[in-house]
């Protein structure tokens, strides 16, 4: 299996684990820790096979159906991205209609979105001008990607620190902090993933920010 494929199958077994009532600590045993249990569910590569399988017993799971469940994960999955899509390009026509949709998913998802919607969930607190509730919903966006452990495919961590720069400057003028939070930003970006123009804008805040700098001097 691929990597995309570990981190889909890792996500469904965490679903599986979930829908049982179980914490990951109940799954342990003499054959499989905590540690590799947790490396399971985040899609880490380095997992053996062998200790996969038998978490998948474990679980009560047939291992002969994961190419099935892999593929049902994954329709879900596209499902939800197209979703994140829509609801991301109305904030700034229906932010309440928007931030509504925003809370029913963070209550009822529990995959590997939850970064997005954090993000999402921010910008419409933007729109709103509660910067400060803004700043809350980047910063748990930031801890989440930073806790799952995964190289960002969507930029979201980069484009959290574009926002959070902004922040401080318009809240605080505080250009100090907006320059370290647009650093951070380029420094997360990963130029082979998605919302490339993530980059564009931080370039262009660092210059704004710096120019400011220097003009206070």
């Not at 499902?79 to 609801?87: A, K, Q, S, V, Y």
């Not at 919607?117 to 419409?124: E, N, S, V």
């Not at 801890?143 to 400057?169: D, P, T, V, W």
Request: charged share 30%; with cysteine; net charge positive.
């Amino acid at each position: 299996m691929n990597v995309s494929d570990l981190k889909t199958l890792g996500e469904a077994l965490r679903k599986i684990r979930k829908e049982k009532g179980l914490r990951l600590k109940d799954m342990e045993d003499e054959h499989i820790s905590f540690a590799t249990i947790s490396s399971i569910e985040r899609g880490i590569p380095t997992v053996k096979p062998q200790n996969r399988e038998y978490y998948c017993r474990k679980l009560g799971f047939n291992v002969e159906d994961i190419p099935q469940l892999i593929h049902r994960e994954q329709r879900e999955f596209q499902h939800l991205e197209n979703l994140l899509f829509l609801i991301e390009t109305c904030i700034n026509l229906d932010c309440d209609g928007a931030l509504e949709r925003l809370r029913f998913l963070q209550k009822h998802t529990k995959g590997g979105y939850m970064d997005i919607i954090l993000y999402l969930k921010g910008l419409c607190y933007v729109k709103k001008n509660n910067l400060k509730t803004a700043e809350k919903f980047f910063l748990q966006s930031i801890e989440h990607i930073n806790a799952k452990q995964f190289i960002s495919q969507n930029n979201i961590k980069a484009a959290c620190y574009k926002e959070l720069g902004r922040i401080y400057y318009q809240r605080d003028n505080s250009l100090q902090q907006a320059l370290d939070f647009t650093n951070k930003g380029l420094s997360a970006f990963n130029e082979n993933a998605d919302r490339q123009e993530i980059k564009h804008f931080l370039m262009i805040d660092k210059v704004y920010f710096l120019e400011k700098a220097i003009s206070h001097r």
